[in-house]
């Protein structure tokens, strides 16, 4: 004989065998109940029940015998068929799917793309993808999970459950995260947290319930450090939730979470279409913006310009992506969406890690790019590809402060920032829009470890009454400010002219402040640029020369001289810079210099920003 003893402290609900039945091991001998949960009792092994020492409704101790099985040959009376309480039956005796699981598959497929022919017939009529269908593009197969899909708008107080379902997907935004360029970097390394406002949803507003979702995302994303994309299009805050007490709704945290990322982490913007009020106030503290010719970003949509008595306008009249792209709101402008994500993943790459294979490129082609004419203008993003990785480069804010060309790029698969003068541009001159572009990505690169190079070709800051107009004493000595406080790496190759306080910035505040400062032979140096160091320093020498062929031929002898004198060569001779090499030369410095120098550790230094 064998017993059956009770598990738990419990009541009998209800026995499923009688004495004389024959029961094999793992058959149900009664249901037990405690703490309003019922508990299956089955037999250990085959036998024949005999007496039932405690009836149904008596309450049993810990250990106690129920029941006792006699072993042996099985006896003639089989085991009564009985009702096994529902959930306990086994997936092969179940016809379909359970009804809770049903009823949860049915709900999600309401939020779905496909549940919504009519918007999404809408939305592809203008050219444009869903949510969906961009968080599909955007994130490796697979590798999205949603948080928050089942969310609806908050307005049960004004709309039926059917509608909210139907018609407010998400709340109009679709969260969670995914894997970008997991095949290169890894799972753990490509791990992103993605937002993406729906504009077929209550025209991508932002309302109680996706403003939820929003703070729940970005506090996961701070707490494990992980990059944010944010697809921002839509019209900004929305009036019309009511099941919350609510006035202004000027207490929600979502701005303040949002710009708490910055320097922590990654957080690229890409707008499509239009993007005002609280959209654009989250997507302009972004690091980077990516955005597409037919979009329009605006602190304010047409109605809250009216509203505010400054005039009737479409919304195509405010904000246009010309616009933007050129006062430096817009960094990347693409032609589509399909072209924005494909930029982002660019981007976020430079911030995953080093890539094995790489293409190098034409390095001797370098030795060409800088004229003989020391006065002929060229493209100094001819030298950039001609340093970098082949494929790598992705130019930031190139409407914006066209004096300086920023990019991120590789240098044998490893992440740089690149800073370079343009001499099509005032002749390399660095004005106002010029320094504030490049004190932000020195910012940038700063905030997350990429080391900085910079290709000098300037005459200096810009200069005139003009210049000083726009306040260029603050705007340019943000230069030396930021790179003050810069712990990562700083290269610096000078192509040509590297003049005054322009070139010093562009040194992150000196010569000898980058790891190292080389030289193409092209170089030429001075405290201001030679012609002017000639006329200012040398004026009595040529006033006492009459004017013509005479004082001509004497100002050209003496801007050789100085020529010669701030020649390249003869600067490495003072020590005033490290070395003047063969332009083909210059990626095999710059990448034995990444291999010596380091990150310094994220000590956060204090300054104020001259402006």
């Not at 179940?94 to 809770?100: A, C, E, I, T």
């Not at 597409?292 to 509203?307: C, D, F, K, W």
């Not at 190759?493 to 980058?514: D, I, N, Q, W």
């Amino acid at each position: 004989m064998k017993a059956v003893h009770s598990p738990l402290q419990a009541r009998i609900v209800q026995w499923q065998v009688a004495p004389g039945d024959s029961v094999q091991a793992g058959d149900v001998l009664l249901i037990l109940e405690a703490m309003k949960m019922e508990h299956e009792v089955r037999a250990s092994a085959a036998g024949q029940v005999g007496e039932l020492l405690f009836a149904a409704d008596e309450l049993v101790e810990a250990g106690a015998v129920l029941a006792m099985l006699q072993s042996g040959p099985l006896g003639s009376s089989p085991l009564p068929a009985f009702t096994v309480p529902s959930g306990s039956e086994a997936p092969s005796e179940r016809q379909g799917l359970r009804p809770d699981l049903q009823r949860v598959l049915d709900r999600h497929a309401t939020t779905q793309d496909a549940s919504r022919p009519q918007a999404m017939a809408k939305r592809h009529g203008l050219g444009l993808r869903s949510a969906r269908e961009n968080i599909a593009d955007l994130c490796d197969e697979a590798s999205f999970i949603e948080y928050g899909a089942l969310a609806v708008a908050a307005q049960r107080g004004r709309r039926s459950e059917d509608d909210l379902i139907v018609n407010t997907p998400a709340d109009g935004m679709v969260t969670g995260i995914g894997s970008i360029n997991g095949a290169l970097f890894g799972a753990e390394a490509s791990r992103t947290v993605v937002l993406a406002y729906d504009a077929t949803v209550l025209a991508g507003t932002q309302g109680m319930r996706n403003h939820q979702k929003t703070d729940r995302m970005l506090g996961i994303s701070l707490q494990n450090k992980l990059p944010v994309v944010l697809f921002a299009e839509g019209g900004g805050g929305r009036p019309g939730d009511t099941d919350m007490p609510v006035v202004a709704g000027l207490h929600v945290s979502t701005f303040a979470s949002y710009a708490r990322l910055s320097g922590q982490v990654p957080v690229v913007g890409i707008v499509a279409g239009r993007c005002f009020a609280g959209n654009a106030a989250l997507l302009g503290c972004s690091d980077v913006i990516i955005a597409t010719r037919g979009s329009n970003i605006g602190m304010g949509g047409p109605a809250m310009v009216e509203g505010g008595g400054l005039g009737v306008f479409t919304p195509e009249q405010i904000g246009p992506s010309s616009m933007q792209h050129g006062n430096g709101v817009i960094d990347l402008l693409v032609d589509d969406e399909a072209q924005a994500v494909a930029a982002a993943r660019h981007y976020l790459s430079f911030f995953q890690g080093a890539v094995k294979d790489w293409l190098p490129p034409d390095a001797a082609s370098l030795r060409d790019v800088v004229p003989e004419n020391r006065l002929r203008v060229y493209d100094t993003l001819a030298v950039v590809k001609g340093v970098v990785d082949c494929g790598s480069l992705l130019s930031l804010r190139s409407g914006f402060g066209i004096g300086i060309h920023t990019a991120l790029a590789r240098i044998e698969g490893r992440a740089v920032g690149i800073l370079a003068n343009n001499p099509q541009h005032l002749g390399g001159a660095i004005d106002a829009d010029a320094a504030d572009k490049a004190a932000r990505f020195m910012q940038l690169c700063n905030a997350h470890g990429l080391p900085l190079v910079s290709f000098v070709d300037t005459p200096g800051f810009m200069v005139g009454p003009d210049m000083e107009a726009q306040a260029q004493v603050r705007h340019v000595s943000r230069m030396f400010v930021l790179a003050a406080a810069l712990r990562v790496p700083f290269f610096s190759v000078v192509l040509r002219k590297g003049y005054g306080l322009g070139a010093m910035a562009m040194t992150a505040g000196g010569f000898h402040s980058p790891m190292f400062t080389v030289a193409w032979p092209t170089g030429e140096f001075g405290a201001m640029g030679l012609e002017g160091a000639v006329k200012l320093g040398y004026r009595k020498e040529l006033e006492v020369v009459p004017e013509g062929p005479a004082r001509e031929a004497l100002y050209d002898e003496l801007v050789a001289r100085q020529y010669e004198s701030g020649s390249a060569l003869n600067m490495a001779t003072t020590l005033e810079i490290d070395a003047v090499i063969d332009p083909a030369d210059t990626r095999h410095w710059l990448a034995h210099g990444l291999l010596s120098a380091r990150v310094r550790p994220d000590v956060r230094a204090r300054f104020v920003d001259p402006w």
